[in-house]
C-alpha cells in the first residue's frame, strides 16, 4: 500500500482542498459601534461582526455614513461610484472602508439620506433606510462574491429582505444567498403609506409590505426571510403571542418553526472593568475595592455629596415607555425614601425629560440627571460606579446594561420580561445563588419591593459581595452567541 501513500505536500494540500471555504456573512445594520449608536442594536451589530471572524467567519459590516460617524475611523474611499437604481434612474453613491472593527465595514455615503444630525426620527426614514437597502445590494454584487448570507436586522433591513429574496430568483449571482432576519424590537415597525410603494418600485411586493392598511418594512422583512432570529429565546416566545406581537403574532406563529432566540452577549474587550481606559479606578471579582473609587467618582460626576455608605441605583436607557419609566415615576419619591442615590442617564420622550428634570430639582443632593446621549465613557463610569441597577422594563427583547451592570458588580434589579427574564438569576438568602433580584408583576409596588430587598441585602457586606460575585463570574461573552449565530447560517447555507 506504500505506492498509495500520499507526500506531507499533497496531504496538506488535500487537507487544504477539504476544509470547507468560510462562510461569507454580511451583515447589514442601521447603527452599530464604534460608527454610530441610540441603543443596544449598535452594540450587537458591532459585536457580532468581530466576534464571527474569531469563529473563521468571512463577516463583514454594511452601515450608512451618517454625518455623526467619526471620520478618523475610516480607511478611504472604497468605491467612488456604486450605482444604485432608484427613483426610476441610476443613482451613484461613495461606499467608505473602516477597518476600526477587525472586520470590514463598508459605509455608503448620501448625505441626502444620512447627513440628518440623528439616526432615526425623520419624517423621510422609511425612504432612507430603503435606499440603504438597495445601495447594500448593489454593493454586494460590486464586492463580487455573494455572501452565503445576508444578516439583516430590525425593519431598516426590512427592504433588504424582500429585495434579496427577489433578486436572488432572477441573478444567479445571488442564488446561494440566504437571508436572516433578527428582530431586535418588535414594537418599531418602519410603518409607512402603502402608496409610496410604487416609486419605491416595491409595488408588486404590496402583499409583504401591508399591515392593517400601512405598510411596514418589519412585516416585508419577516415575511422574505429564510430564517428568523430574536435576541433572546424568551423574547422568542412572548412575540409569539397577542399581547406581546405588536399584531404580527399571527405571523411569527406561522413562522415558528424558523424562528430561534440567540441571547445577545457583552464586548469584553470593551467593557471591562480591569482594563478600560475611562474609569478612575480598576477591579476583579478577587480585589472588588477599585469599585469605590469609581463610586466616588460617579458621585462627583454628578455633583451628589460624597456619602459612599449610601447605595446608587442606576439606570441607562432609552426614555420610552419601554424602558418602565412609568413605575419610576409613580415610586421616585418611595425609592429615596428607601435611602437611595439615584442617577439616571437618558435621552428620549419629553414627558420622562421633564419627570427627570422635576425630580432631581426637588432633590438635587440624592438624584443626579443627564438628559440626552452620552455616548460611551459616561454609560462606563455609571455601570463601574453604581451599585444597583435598575430595569424595571415593560418589555425587554434581551436587553445589555443588565449584563453590563453583572460584569462591574453592579447588581440588576429587573423585571422578569424578555432578555431580562434569560439573563438575571433571583438571590435566593437560603442558598447564595443568584445573581440580581427579579420582579414579575409590571407594577410600583412589585418594583420596589425588589429594590427595598436589594438594598436591605446592600446593607449586609459580605451577603452583597456574595451577589457581585456570583454576576461577575457569569460568562455572557459574544462567544457562545457567535457559535450559535454560525450554526444557524450553516444549517441556512446547507438548504437550497
Ligand atoms: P435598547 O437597545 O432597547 O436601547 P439595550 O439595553 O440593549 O437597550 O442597550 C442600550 C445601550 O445603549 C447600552 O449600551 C446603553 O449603555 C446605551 N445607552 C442608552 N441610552 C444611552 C444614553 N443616553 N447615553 C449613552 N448610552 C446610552
Ligand atoms: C433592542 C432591544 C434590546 C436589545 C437590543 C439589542 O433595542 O430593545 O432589548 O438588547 O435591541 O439586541
Known amino acids: 500500500m506504500q505506492g498509495e501513500a500520499l507526500s506531507a505536500k499533497d496531504q496538506s494540500s488535500k487537507i487544504k482542498d477539504q476544509s470547507p471555504a468560510p462562510l461569507r456573512v454580511a451583515i447589514l445594520s442601521s447603527e452599530a459601534v464604534p460608527f454610530a449608536k441610540t441603543g443596544g ?17 468571512d463577516s463583514f459590516l454594511i452601515l450608512p455614513l451618517y454625518d455623526q460617524v467619526d471620520r478618523k475611523l475610516l480607511s478611504g474611499i472604497f468605491i467612488d461610484d456604486l450605482e444604485v437604481e432608484w427613483r426610476g434612474k441610476p443613482s451613484r453613491v461613495r461606499v467608505w472602508k473602516s477597518d476600526a472593527l477587525k472586520a470590514p465595514t463598508y459605509l455608503i455615503e448620501a448625505g441626502h439620506y444620512f447627513d440628518r444630525g440623528r439616526v432615526y426620527g425623520e419624517r423621510d426614514d422609511f425612504e432612507r433606510f430603503a435606499f440603504l437597502s438597495r445601495a447594500a445590494i448593489a454593493l454586494l454584487k460590486r464586492l463580487g462574491d455573494a455572501p452565503d448570507i445576508l444578516h439583516c436586522n430590525d425593519w431598516p433591513c426590512g427592504f433588504a429582505s424582500i429585495e434579496m429574496r427577489v433578486r436572488r430568483r432572477h441573478e444567479e449571482f445571488f442564488a446561494k444567498t440566504r437571508i436572516l432576519f433578527s428582530i431586535h424590537n418588535l414594537a418599531y415597525q418602519g410603518i409607512f403609506n402603502p402608496s409610496d410603494l410604487w416609486w419605491l418600485d416595491l409595488a408588486a411586493y404590496t402583499d409583504a409590505f401591508i399591515f ?16 428568523l432570529s430574536t435576541v433572546s429565546p424568551r423574547y422568542a416566545q412572548e412575540i409569539q403571542t397577542p399581547e406581546q406581537g405588536y399584531g404580527l403574532d399571527w405571523l411569527l406563529r406561522a413562522r415558528r418553526d424558523r424562528l430561534v432566540g440567540i441571547t445577545n452577549g457583552v464586548d469584553y474587550e470593551l467593557w471591562n472593568p480591569q482594563t478600560e481606559p475611562d474609569i478612575a479606578a480598576h477591579f476583579s471579582a478577587d480585589d472588588l475595592s477599585g469599585k469605590l473609587g469609581c463610586k466616588l467618582d460617579l458621585l462627583r460626576r454628578f455633583d451628589l455629596p460624597k456619602e459612599p455608605e449610601r447605595p446608587i441605583i442606576a439606570i ?25 442615590f439615584f442617577i439616571a442617564l437618558g435621552a428620549g420622550a419629553r414627558e420622562y425629560e421633564d419627570f427627570l428634570q422635576r425630580w432631581h430639582d426637588a432633590a438635587p443632593q440624592r438624584v443626579g440627571i443627564y438628559k440626552g446621549y452620552a455616548g460611551e465613557p459616561l454609560a462606563h463610569q455609571i455601570e463601574a460606579g453604581a451599585d444597583i441597577f435598575l430595569m424595571p422594563s415593560l418589555y425587554e427583547p434581551c436587553g445589555l446594561n443588565q449584563m453590563y451592570s453583572m ?41 420596589l419591593e425588589k429594590i427595598r430587598e436589594a438594598i436591605y441585602f446592600y446593607s449586609q457586606p459580605d451577603i452583597w459581595a456574595g451577589i457581585q460575585r456570583n454576576g461577575m463570574a457569569v460568562d455572557n461573552s459574544w462567544s457562545a452567541a457567535a457559535k450559535r449565530y454560525l450554526q444557524l447560517y450553516r444549517e441556512m447555507a446547507e438548504t437550497a
Not at 459585536?47 to 471572524?53: E, P, R, V
Not at 458588580?409 to 445573581?435: M, S, W
Request: aromatic share 6%.
Open 41 to 57: 442594536l449598535a452594540d450587537v451589530s458591532g459585536a457580532l461582526t468581530k466576534a464571527l471572524q474569531v469563529e473563521g467567519v
Open 212 to 227: 392593517k392598511g400601512a405598510a411596514s418594512a418589519l412585516k416585508a422583512g419577516i415575511t422574505a426571510a429564510d430564517a
Open 316 to 340: 441607562i436607557s432609552r426614555l420610552v415607555a419601554q424602558k418602565g419609566y412609568d413605575l419610576i415615576r409613580q415610586g421616585a419619591q418611595a425609592i429615596l425614601e428607601a435611602g437611595a
Open 407 to 447: 460584569r462591574y458588580g453592579t447588581v440588576p434589579v429587573v423585571r422578569a420580561t424578555g432578555g431580562l427574564d434569560d439573563t438575571v438569576e433571583n438571590f435566593d438568602p437560603e442558598t447564595g445563588k443568584g445573581n440580581g433580584f427579579k420582579f414579575g408583576p409590571y407594577s410600583t409596588p412589585a418594583m
